[in-house]
């Protein structure tokens, strides 16, 4: 009798445990850092890239394995045969833009959950001499209903300086590339769809940064990195960021935010496994 007892009671546990799961999404972003299966000194290579070896790559999918995410933004990845090295067919999917660069955007998804690819967000990548890259945006149907999720690369080298600085490059074409996010976060606030944007933003968008300013023009948003710096390897203020919209911002709980740090502590490592760690947060979905 107290063994069916015992064995009833786990039971309960574990459909309990299984409820508490069913309406939560685990959502990361992850910059690889040039991961590719190009040879060295290969066509759009730095000659600074070093190739992973096989070693490297099972590290890196023991990592992904242990991120455990749902839905995982990823950047700096040189296609879907790059991306499988470290994220195995059998649990998940794989979507990356059309770009014709070496580092390219694209959203990793759980095998169970469906989904819809829309068309590339090709408006980020700008002029195609400036190597910009394109948004990966796809439609995520959950039990109550579309949420659109837009995987984002953007330009790197004005991480805090002022946008309106036209004489700095990189600052222009980063402002440059707020209209095209405004415009996408302004489409979903039509559509009433709940909405999510994460990757690379290569901004801190602490304070009263103008560039989140700017976003919030076309929608209230709320980002998860908010007040806290990023652990991984020196530290310092997030440029890895996921934000939230429509009613997603409801769902998000920032509580959660967790960077999944390496073991590995030699700065060797951020060639071999990434110069970024993996961000997350979890949604409370409503089922």
């Not at 405004?182 to 933003?201: C, N, T």
């Not at 801190?204 to 990023?230: K, N, Y």
Request: a neutral charge; charged letters at 25%.
């Amino acid at each position: 009798m107290f063994a069916s007892r015992s064995f009833a009671l786990t039971l309960c546990l574990l459909l309990l445990a299984t409820g508490a799961r069913a309406g939560e999404l685990k959502i990361a972003t992850w910059n690889l850092n040039w991961l590719t299966t190009r040879g060295a000194g290969a066509h759009g290579l730095p000659v600074d890239v070093k190739p992973r070896t096989e070693a490297d790559f099972d590290k890196l999918r023991d990592y992904a394995l242990a991120l455990n995410a749902d839905v995982i933004a990823v950047e700096e990845v040189d296609g879907r045969s790059a991306a499988l090295k470290v994220f195995p067919a059998d649990k998940y999917s794989i979507h990356m833009t059309h770009d014709h660069v070496v580092q390219r955007t694209g959203l990793v998804v759980r095998r169970g959950l469906h989904y819809d690819i829309n068309a590339d967000v090709t408006a980020l990548a700008g002029e195609s001499a400036a190597h910009l890259r394109s948004g990966a945006d796809i439609t995520l149907h959950l039990p109550s209903g579309a949420m659109r999720i837009l995987a984002v690369h953007l330009k790197t080298g004005c991480h805090s300086r002022p946008l309106e600085n036209t004489t700095n490059r990189a600052c222009a074409e980063l402002a440059g590339q707020i209209g095209p996010l405004r415009d996408w976060i302004a489409a979903r606030v039509d559509e009433k769809v709940p909405f999510l944007v994460l990757g690379d933003f290569n901004r801190h968008m602490d304070g009263r940064d103008p560039f989140i300013a700017a976003l919030t023009q076309a929608a209230p948003l709320r980002r998860a990195t908010e007040g806290h710096s990023d652990p991984c390897w020196s530290g310092g203020g997030f440029i890895d960021h996921i934000l939230a919209g429509g009613a997603a911002m409801y769902w998000m709980r920032p509580d959660t935010l967790t960077v999944l740090r390496y073991k590995e502590t030699d700065p060797e490592w951020k060639d071999r496994l990434s110069d970024h760690c993996p961000v997350s947060v979890r949604l409370a979905v409503p089922g």
